[in-house]
Every structure is written in structure tokens, then in C-alpha cells.
């Protein structure tokens, strides 16, 4: 490989890559970045197959993101890359992690990935992806250790991985074979502050030895003002590899030690009408650039999950903390039959904070409303300190998700055995495994109400309510130690763990030109644990008086403090299970072309969200009220056609989608249970020619809401956020000396919430990076991130405008533009 690849191949932006459902083959257990990428190469499909086939041969919707695909796009977190796949919808407006991510028309009813699943090296992040305030995204960083992204929709996924039937995004590390170097590599904002330091190593210890190690470190406050440094941490990932005749073992470890700031919905102005909104700023905000964090709220004072006084530092945002070891081995045991396992053991705990406004409105109408008539609010800290707050100031009536993730560990181990032999004139491969895991989910709930004022720069002041008689109502900007905005609720305290059992097989017949497979998977599993809620049933209403400044007397806002009947738990304990299969065809037409089928069932075992009300759980014997409830399933059906052809390659793919879901959504504080029918086409095409490359994918989807328990009005409507079209175009330019590359994310218009009425734009986001290496083993690259500062929204707490026009909801960042020096050696 040429220095020019070589620096191309692991930008400033972080090399991503992905890995297979499981077990990399040995023949390709090396660096995937090192490997030809040309569209004339034969691009080997690892992902859900029993074993690495040409993609013209396999019957799957796959799609790859090289380090070049990578940089091009200029991402600011994992989803930003996540949404450069054809067929998902990834949310990336929630920061570094809190990603909304949906594939192929199955909903997002609250948050994370519930129908797709996220992999790190083969194995689950986390065994479910929407842990409410614990999605799996927020454990997963990209920097240098990664080689490429692969991502499968539909297709085999419910077979070759549990709770994952919509598909899977999957990411693999670099081993070290073949690199025998590494990269130090520093980035600065240029229009924003963050500053950060990556690198990586590796390269042979012996012929038969290597090993990789890399990661980062970083600090600033994001590409959003908000007064302090939200993001900061890093992460350190180290693996060393042994091959031996017949197969290999490696062992690897990660830690990830990380803060960012968690972004919510934040005010709006929205005039004209809910088919033909205007969106436009409210004064002293920018949607795109500011938030409701702050340097004047920085910390909270509440009850703990043991019911004791404790002030929490809230800027760690989403803050992960993962300690992570495992191994990977494959053995020959017999000629043409080998055994691969994957173990690996995640201690994962943290937290997410942050702000969400609960309403927002002027100050005269919030202090009326929680004091009276005569009333008045004033600033507790900032700027105006002790200053009364103008009557038409607008204020956010603020829910302080202050969530603690005591453990969220698990462990998880992928064995089978894969075996060729022929069958007349054919071939045949012949898989069976079994995959065992255990996710605990042991988190405490512990908001509190707060009075922001609504201004950007990282400047809100936390306001005081003062009665007419001049009684204070609030304590320094705290107007309840409870989520008193929210109806008193959601102070809960979960600890449960989830087994996870699965025993498989597949058969992949080949004859010629034809390939037939099949594949099934049997998961079952046990729940079990105590939820303590004040919420959950039974008149405990867990509202109580505390005196937080022991001075004796209980203020307005002590007398309103939440509390977690501990002497009171609700059982869990049910079991589940389900069965789930797929059938594909592909027939090589030519050597340029092929057409395939499939048919799939899969199911999807839900976890905390469902304990959130009676009508799911009996908590008394902790058993499940109907075997519905436990389980989502998910049926696919894709037909498509691939050609590939010298420097061109061209896929497309129909499919059809039919989706139960049972939810629960903390913000609004609904549950869901419904049906859904999607169908579309995906799109996918790639040119490359000398040092020119050019991609583009299209997604067409029409989905409904075929089936509405809990508001029948909604059937017929198409699901929230769902646009009918998403897409992506990249192009890139390579000389010895530069590259230059820009890439364009869009979407069509959808609609807020599932009544369809108040519209989400379309919009186009365009991003870009140049890089010059003006010295051997040098690079200095500018990346730009939304180049031209286009305004965009991905979600909208309101269904339609209300009487005051402002709306809250939560939009991409503006533009951010970031400077990256390299080094290889």
C-alpha cells in the first residue's frame, strides 16, 4: 500500500469498520482496511453466512463503509456514519450517543435500536439496544481501532443473532496483521471547542504473533455552546492474535471512560400551519448552535437510590464507563469442520443527565401557573442574579433526567461449528451453534424539577418562583426535589437481570449457479429482579418532605421530594421464548449478475420497558399478564438484484415489512402497542476510476400504523418520523498529494408525532473534508461537518403547533469545522 493509502485509509475522522454476526474466518481474520476495495475485487460477505461468500452469491442486503467512505462524510459520532447506510434511519442528534436508529420502515416508538442491533467485534454492545437511558450507542466510540462498518438489513440477522430481526451494524477492530506501524494523530475545532489526541499500533511480535493497540483522548465543550467542557474522556483498546495450523486465538480488552453531553428537544418558534410549518429561532437562541445546558446548572441535589441526600455532577452527560476483556478462536478439528468461539465479559455502568423541558412558556404564565396570581420569578444565579425575570421572558419548566446506570453487565459467549462436504454436484455448508448471554439492568431514576431560562451561549440562569406574599416557592432554581412537571412520576429503581439462550443452525446448499439456504434460531429467557417505583401501582404515591439544607424548616420545594418505597419491591420473574427462521435463493445470473429472495421471521424480546405500568406485569408473582407482551415479532420479505462490473456496482433491493411493538416512552410518559406494514426499495450504487469514487443509496419506504390498541385513531397514519425517502451521495478525489471529498445526507418530509399533522422538513445535509500531504507521512486535513449550516429537525415532542408557537424539538447541529494533524510511522 502506497503513504497516500496508507493516510487516506485511516482519516482524522476515525477509521470505522465492522465485523460479522460471527466469527471472522481465519482466511479473513486481518486488517479489512488493508485489503483491495476496488468494486472489481471480489468483496467477501462475512456477515450472517455460514461462510465467507462473493457478494454476487449471497442472498443478503449487505452494505460495507470503508475508512475512504469514512472520511468523506466527515462524521461527528458512530450514528453520523449509521445514517450513510442504505435502508437506516439513524437520529443523530442526540450527540455522541442517544441515537434514534430504525431500518427499513420498523418503527422508533421511544428511543435506541430496538429492531437492530449494534456489535462491536461480533458480539452485542448491549444484549437489547433501547435500555431506556442506556442505549447501546452510548458505549460505543470511533476512533483508530476500527477498520470497517458492515451493516445487514433484514436478511439471515434474526438467525445468526438474538434480538436483532430488523438487522445488524457491526464493527471490527484492527489486529495488527500486516501493519507493522502507527498513527499519532491530533484534532482542533476551529469553530468550536474541542480538542483531541488519537493514535494506534501494531504491527508482528513473531511470524505467527501480532497484536493492535490505539484510542483517544479529548476535551471541549461540542459542537454546541453550553458553558463548560461536556466532552471529555477517551478510550484504550489492545488485542494480540496467535495463528497456529488450522485457525487462531485472540484476546483483547477495551476501557472506555467517556462524558458527552446528551442533547434533547430545545425551544422553537413555529408559525404558518401544521401541513406548512416555519421554523425560525426564539430569541436569544439558536436551535442549531445552543442548548439548554448551562455553566449556571451544573449540579442537582436529590434523594439517592438508597433514599439519602446526594449532590450529582450532571455535566457528565452520557457518561460511559465500560471495562471490557474477551477472546476469539477458531480450530480445525477435522478437515473441513471447524469450531469458533467469542466470549466476552462487559462491565458497563454510568450515567445520563440532562435537561428536558418539560413545557416552555413566558415567565408571567410559568409563575402564575405554580404560584398564583401576583407572582413573580427571579434569577438565582447567572448573569442577572437577584433580578427580577421579564414577564415575557420564555422559560423552560425543566425535568432533570438525572439516571444513574448502577450496571448494565454483561456477558455473552457465540460457539459453533461450521462444516463443508459435497453433496452430489453441489456443495453444501453446515452450521450449528449456540450463543448464551446475561444483561443486567440495574439503574435508579432520581429526577428533579428545575426553572431555566431560555438563552444560549451556555449562559441560562436558573430562576426562582416568589408568591405574591414574597414567600420563596423554589430553592435556587429547584422547584421540586421529584419530577413534579411530569405529574410527580419516574422515581424508580430497577435491578434485573436477563438470560438469554439460543441454540441455531443454517444450510447453505451451492450448485453452480443457484444457492439455496436456510437458517433458524430458538432464543429463551428468563427476567427476573425488583423494581421499586412510585408509579408502579398500588396508591404508593412516594411524595414526602426532606429537609436537603438541615436548617430545620421545610421549604415549598422540599415538601415536594420523591422517594423509592424500598419496602415495597414489585417482583419480576417470567420466562419467554420464540422461534425464528429465514429462507433465501440466490441465482447467479452472470458473472456480473445475480438476483436473490428471502423470507424472514424474528423475534425481539423486550426488556425494562415494559415494567413500566400493571397492564404488562403482575408484580405481586412478577409473571407477565399475556405471552404477547414479552415478545415482538417482525416479518421480511426482500427480493433484489445485484450487478458489479469493473469500477461500477449497482443493487437494489424490494422489500416488506410486518412489525408488532410493545413500548414505553419516558419523556411523555406513554405506552405503545401496535402493529405496522412497510414496504420499499432500496437503492445502492458505486463508481470508481482511477482516483475517482462516487457512491449514492437511496431508501423509499411507506409505511402505516396497520394496528393501534391504545389509540385506535392513529391507524392508517404513517409512523412518526418515518420519511418517505432518505438518501446519501458521496464522491471523493484522490491524488498522491490530496483528496478531497464531500457528502450529502437527506430526507423528505415526516411527520412529529403519529396523529400526522405537524410536519418535520425535509432537509439536506452536506458535509465535506480536503487533505494535503505535503510531507512523507504527513497529513493535515480541514472536515467539515454541515457545511453549509443547514437547519434540520429529526423529532418534535408536540403533534401539532401550539397556542404560543413554540415547540420543542430536537435538530442536527449547525455547522462545525474541525483541523487534524497525522503522523504515521
Known amino acids: 500500500m502506497t503513504i497516500s493509502k496508507a493516510l487516506r485509509a485511516s482519516s482524522a475522522t476515525a477509521a470505522l469498520a465492522a465485523s460479522t454476526l460471527f466469527l471472522v474466518p481465519a482466511a479473513f481474520a486481518q486488517d479489512t482496511a488493508a485489503q483491495d476495495d476496488s468494486a472489481e475485487s471480489d468483496v467477501i460477505v462475512v456477515t450472517a453466512v ?15 463503509i470503508d475508512a475512504d467512505q469514512i472520511a468523506t462524510t466527515a462524521p461527528r459520532s458512530a450514528a453520523e456514519i449509521f445514517r450513510n447506510i442504505p435502508g437506516i434511519r439513524s437520529e443523530s442528534s442526540g450527540g455522541e450517543g442517544n441515537a434514534n436508529i430504525a431500518v427499513r420502515g420498523l ?39 476500527i477498520a470497517r ?8 440477522a434474526s438467525t445468526f443473532a438474538s434480538n436483532s430481526p430488523g438487522g445488524v451494524i457491526n464493527m471490527i477492530s484492527k489486529t495488527g496483521k500486516g501493519q507493522d506501524g502507527g498513527t499519532i494523530q491530533a484534532t482542533l475545532g476551529l469553530d468550536y471547542d474541542e480538542k483531541r489526541f488519537d493514535f494506534d499500533y501494531g504491527g508482528a511480535l513473531a511470524d505467527d504473533l501480532y497484536f493492535h493497540m490505539g484510542g483517544f483522548v479529548r476535551q471541549g465543550e461540542g459542537p454546541r455552546d453550553i458553558g463548560y467542557d461536556g466532552n471529555r474522556g477517551g478510550q484504550f483498546k489492545i488485542n494480540i492474535t496467535k495463528e497456529f495450523t488450522g485457525g487462531f486465538i485472540r484476546f483483547y480488552g477495551k476501557y472506555l471512560d467517556d462524558r458527552a453531553v446528551a442533547y434533547l428537544p430545545n425551544p422553537v418558534q413555529v408559525t404558518g400551519t401544521n401541513a406548512n410549518p416555519n421554523y425560525r429561532n426564539v430569541p436569544g437562541f439558536d436551535i442549531s448552535g445552543d442548548s439548554l445546558h448551562s455553566r449556571f446548572f451544573r449540579s442537582a441535589l436529590s434523594l439517592n437510590g438508597n433514599n439519602q441526600p446526594q449532590r450529582y455532577d450532571i455535566t457528565a452527560g452520557q457518561r460511559p464507563l465500560v471495562k471490557a476483556f474477551g477472546f476469539e478462536g477458531e480450530f480445525e478439528v477435522a478437515d473441513g469442520w471447524t469450531v469458533t468461539n467469542r466470549f466476552r465479559f462487559s462491565d458497563v455502568s454510568g450515567s445520563f443527565a440532562s435537561p428536558f423541558p418539560g413545557s416552555v412558556d413566558t415567565a408571567a404564565n410559568t409563575a402564575t401557573a405554580l404560584a398564583g396570581a401576583g407572582s413573580r420569578l427571579v434569577f438565582a444565579n447567572g448573569l442577572q442574579a437577584g433580578q427580577n425575570v421579564p414577564g415575557n421572558a420564555l422559560v423552560a419548566s425543566v425535568v432533570l433526567f438525572n439516571t444513574r446506570l448502577n450496571s448494565l453487565d454483561n456477558i455473552t459467549n457465540d460457539l459453533r461449528i461450521t462444516g463443508d462436504f459435497d453433496i452430489g454436484s453441489g456443495k453444501a455448508t453446515l452450521t450449528a451453534g449456540f450463543y448464551k448471554s446475561r444483561q443486567d439492568i440495574n439503574t435508579d431514576w432520581l429526577w428533579t424539577s428545575h426553572l431555566l431560562e431560555v438563552r444560549g451561549g451556555g449562559n441560562a440562569a436558573l430562576i426562582d418562583v416568589v408568591a405574591a406574599n414574597g414567600q420563596r416557592r423554589s430553592d435556587g432554581g429547584t422547584v421540586a426535589y421529584s419530577a413534579s412537571f411530569f405529574g410527580n412520576c419516574c422515581r424508580r429503581s430497577y435491578d434485573l437481570q436477563y438470560d438469554t439462550n439460543a441454540p441455531f443452525a443454517s444450510l447453505s446448499l451451492e450448485f453452480d449457479k443457484l444457492t439455496l439456504d436456510g437458517s433458524i434460531r ?46 415495597a419491591p414489585a417482583l419480576v420473574d417470567y420466562s419467554y421464548n420464540y422461534f425464528s427462521y429465514s429462507l433465501g435463493v440466490n441465482y447467479r445470473v452472470s458473472n456480473d449478475l445475480a438476483l436473490f429472495a428471502r423470507y424472514s421471521k424474528g423475534g425481539r424480546a423486550n426488556a425494562d420497558r415494559i415494567l413500566f405500568n400493571n397492564d404488562n406485569v403482575n408484580f405481586v408473582t412478577g409473571d407477565i399478564r399475556s405471552e404477547g407482551i414479552a415478545v415482538d415479532f417482525v416479518k421480511q420479505a426482500e427480493a433484489g438484484v445485484k450487478y458489479r462490473s469493473g469500477g461500477l456496482a449497482l443493487y437494489a433491493t424490494g422489500f416488506y415489512a410486518e412489525t408488532e411493538e410493545t413500548n414505553f416512552e419516558a419523556t411523555t410518559q406513554q405506552t405503545f402497542d401496535r402493529q405496522f406494514k412497510a414496504y420499499g426499495v432500496e437503492l445502492e450504487a458505486s463508481y470508481r476510476t482511477g482516483g475517482f469514487t462516487f457512491s449514492a443509496g437511496g431508501t423509499y419506504t411507506d409505511a402505516e400504523i396497520s394496528r393501534d390498541r391504545i389509540n385506535p385513531g392513529n391507524v392508517g397514519n404513517t409512523p412518526r418520523r418515518q420519511a ?29 408525532q403519529d396523529n400526522n399533522l405537524l410536519v418535520l422538513p425535509g432537509f439536506a445535509q452536506v458535509n465535506a473534508f480536503v487533505a494535503v500531504r505535503p510531507f512523507d507521512r504527513v497529513q493535515l486535513s480541514l472536515n467539515a461537518n454541515n457545511l453549509f449550516d443547514t437547519r434540520g429537525f429529526t423529532e418534535a415532542e408536540e403533534g401539532a403547533i401550539p397556542a404560543n408557537g413554540i415547540v420543542r424539538a430536537r435538530s442536527i447541529n449547525g455547522r462545525t469545522i474541525s483541523a487534524t494533524l497525522r503522523y504515521d510511522f
Request: charged share 20%.
Open 50 to 64: 455460514a461462510r465467507g461468500a462473493n457478494v454476487l452469491d449471497s442472498s443478503v442486503s449487505v452494505s460495507a
Open 522 to 567: 430458538y432464543d429463551f429467557g428468563d427476567a427476573s429482579g425488583r423494581t421499586f417505583g412510585s408509579d408502579l401501582g398500588g396508591g404508593r404515591v412516594g411524595i414526602t418532605s426532606f429537609d436537603f439544607n438541615r436548617n430545620g424548616a421545610i421549604s415549598p420545594a422540599e415538601a415536594q421530594t420523591a422517594t423509592i418505597p424500598l419496602n
Open 724 to 752: 418517505d425517502f432518505i438518501y446519501q451521495l458521496s464522491g471523493q478525489y484522490e491524488e498522491d498529494m490530496f483528496t478531497l471529498g464531500a457528502n450529502m445526507v437527506g430526507t423528505t418530509d415526516s411527520f412529529a
Open 107 to 145: 418503527p422508533i416508538a421511544s428511543g435506541g435500536a430496538k429492531f437492530l442491533q449494534l456489535q462491536e467485534d461480533g458480539l452485542p454492545i448491549l444484549e437489547f439496544g433501547d435500555i431506556t437511558f442506556g442505549n447501546s450507542d452510548i458505549f460505543l466510540r470511533s476512533d483508530l481501532n
Open 149 to 156: 462498518v458492515e451493516a445487514i438489513r433484514g436478511g439471515s
